[in-house]
């Protein structure tokens, strides 16, 4: 009969590290357990230890069930659970029996009320480790067959709880213990093993820029070792007191590092697109519905046999890709009207009872997960649900984890110093030696402070005695050699000290920017050799560009090209809408982006509070517009009354109200509702503006002119939209929309209105085209001009309509459509010739496309002198009023 031998390890590191010892060793009969399940090996009756999922959920029934004297009010709370869990663990490990504590302490009273819940919820199979200990010790006459000789492996504390254990365990097998001297071993008559000791370099300090400096350099050290032949990827070590601020690095890194990095702590649940589905859903359920986190849903859950897997597939193409959609019923009528145009789409009303579910929020969590959930997520979901209460849901999945991608028997290992201080491996590189992060700082128990239970008898292996024990026994066992890191800065950006624990070891400061000894990866081994990035096409480019940018003259990455380029002279001859003309008068180099080009300024997804200064302009021309066409031909915009006028558009204004969340970006719906109400005051100050004296004159208003693919409307419109307009003496056509056009009965007099949401600025009198940024009224007119049979008197208009309301009349409308020809012409000829530079609204901060301009201020004064030169011609148009 073979006799057993057994193990015990401190962590699933060792636990890996041990168990391909043994079977490189062949080693038979050999059994590799932690300490609660040596106690459930020796209690037998297929008992176990209770897990940690199951011990959180059973913690939760026992919470809900109430009835506490002091923790009543917060057993609910979001984070309760896993703080019970942390206070029983700590407990049981100090050998503390609630049963027998006093019971007129309210707050232990608490905990053995839950200890009792929740010992009663656990399956029979399993136990509390107190409970598994007692069963231990009841049945240790069998502990010679069960388990025979008993070696501890490289434990550095054994909590009070198993000692009585491995005491009553020491006089039935034989037990050794390999220990380090930093262990704690003044308890135990057993015999202890010390590893052998040898002579190894002195640990060396190196400080980073910040956690992701500290990464990167760390992998550079391990593949340096690796590629040397210095040491085995088995025998490399990267770890830190607590894994969280590089774990998330070392995901993203490691798969470019070209050798195998394992997490046996577990990789983040978040890092994979199984979590990510989790992350979307739960943002959907947390932060409430809208577009596009249902796309970023669907998009993340296709193919995965969800509720989705039923729909079109173009479903979500055909809605309004900008539209906000924040409730059920924007999205039911958006799907509605999308099927309506494509019969094709009529399954996608199918989508209407998810949106359904998911527009209920976190309370939905369970029946929206198992609809659009699948395999490993929806354990994760389900598994999260368990630890913590639903609207703790972000928090659950940002603790979760899964198993590693590597084993640990032949691949670098990145963990805590816990665990590698039961596994040592002779190179080591320890991260984060900061006075903030080694040794840790621990504050009172949420459940059971210092008050209630003293903290040197509840916690029996203080966090920061435990880091500065870790370190002494991974620095000692680095036979290879350590390195100690930390980084200067926080991930935060801020300043951080040195950790004492190197007690003021020399340390090498490493530069960002510097060059490695040896890259880790293709793109660090670019970076380090400037002549192998300078035959990179893409590098080449960048850095002729980076040298021009710092230049004081003119260059070709400071807006020169090609003569006569067909680009540029495309987006010359397109129709030019006054927006388009203002970005070529005040912004040439803007305009060469954005129209010939075709750069666009990215616009943020997120549901916004506010809706952008333009959008605002267009909702209260969309007010003017349908309000005056229900105004005409009956009884007429003339004619009604202002009671009248005020009913067109109330009504406009429910109309819009609805339809806009459909077409784009809106705020929430009360937000939503208050900005169409003073959209709709302003309209209504532009519509009791009149000043009309002849009882037939009618009035229309967004009046298409110049529109190539328009269909004439006639009878409906003062012209046929389709003819073009143009600036006489230059190559520009026109196009666009009037916002409001009056004509007289007779057709010899037509006024124009160009409506401004803004408030009138000091000088608006004295205002013709200022500078190019006031061509609309203008070009109105020029465009009453050309269309118009006849010769009629053409009346040109602003009309504030914020505060005040004022009319500003444009004086000489000759004179303005000359000074605007002009000021074309220049720069189109600019354009033509290749040489176009930033412009007096380039640097404006109200330009979205100043985002592609460099950053730095200092670019602007550099070019100064040169952009001067260059925009001679062209800058006294500028300064026009």
Known sequence: MLQPRTSIVGSALAFEMRRAVAARANECGLQILTLPNLAARVAGGFRSPVPSEQLDRAIQHALAAGGFREIEKVRLLPGMTRAVSRALRKVWDADISLRSTDPKIARLADLATIEERVRLDLPLATALPIDLRDAALSRIRHASRAIGPLTIDRLSLIPPLWRPLLDALAKEVPIEWIASPYAETDWFAGRIVRPPEVDHPAPSAVSCADPHHEAIESLRWARNLIASGVARPDQIAIVSAGTAPWDDHFRALAQDTGFGLAFPHGIPALSTRDGQRCAALADVLQHGLNQQRLRRLVSLCRGERSAFEGLPANWLTS??????????????????????????????????????????????????????????????????????????????????????????????????????????????????????????????????????????????????????????????????????????????????GRSPLPEGLPEEQLSRARVPEHAWNEADRIMARPQDAAQVERVRSADACWRDWHLERFTSHDGKFDAEHPVVVRSIERVQSATSLRRMLRDPLGFVWRYALGWNAPRDREQPLTIAPDDFGKLVHELLRRAVDALEPVPGYARASDAEIESALADASSTVRDAWPLRGQTPPALLWRNTVDFAATLALAGLLRKEITDAGTRSWTEVPFGQPDAVAAEGQLPWDPTIPVTVPGTPITLGGSIDRLDLNSGGTAVRVWDYKTAEAPRNAGRVVIDGGSELQRALYGLACRQLLEGEPTVVARLLYLRGDTLAVRLPDLDAAVEQIAAFVNVAVSMMRKGVVTSGRLSFDRSNELRLALPASPGYERRKLAASNKINAAISRYWSAP
Not at 342 to 363: E, F, H, K, Y
Not at 384 to 405: G, N
């Open 319 to 496: 809605l309004p890709r900008g539209a906000t959609l924040s409730r059920p019923e924007e999205w039911r009528r958006a799907i509605s009207a999308a099927a309506a145009n494509d019969a094709s789409l009529a399954d996608a009303l199918g989508a209407l009872p998810i949106v359904d579910i998911l527009a209920r929020g976190i309370s939905a969590a369970a029946e929206a997960a198992v609809l659009v959930l699948h395999g490993r997520a929806l354990q994760l979901w389900q598994s999260a649900l368990r630890s913590a209460p639903p609207e703790a849901i972000e928090l659950s999945l940002r603790s979760s984890r899964f198993e590693s991608d590597h084993d640990p028997a032949d691949s670098v290992v990145w963990c805590s110093a816990r665990d590698l201080a039961t596994a040592p491996r002779p190179h080591v590189r320890l991260l984060g030696l900061t006075d903030r992060h080694w040794p840790r700082r621990q504050g009172n128990d949420s459940i059971v402070p210092d008050h209630v239970l003293s903290s040197a008898i509840v916690d029996v292996d203080p966090v920061a005695e435990a880091d500065r024990r870790h370190f002494r026994i991974v620095v000692d066992a680095a036979t290879g050699g350590a390195v100690l890191s930390r980084g200067r800065r926080s991930a935060q950006g801020s300043r951080v």
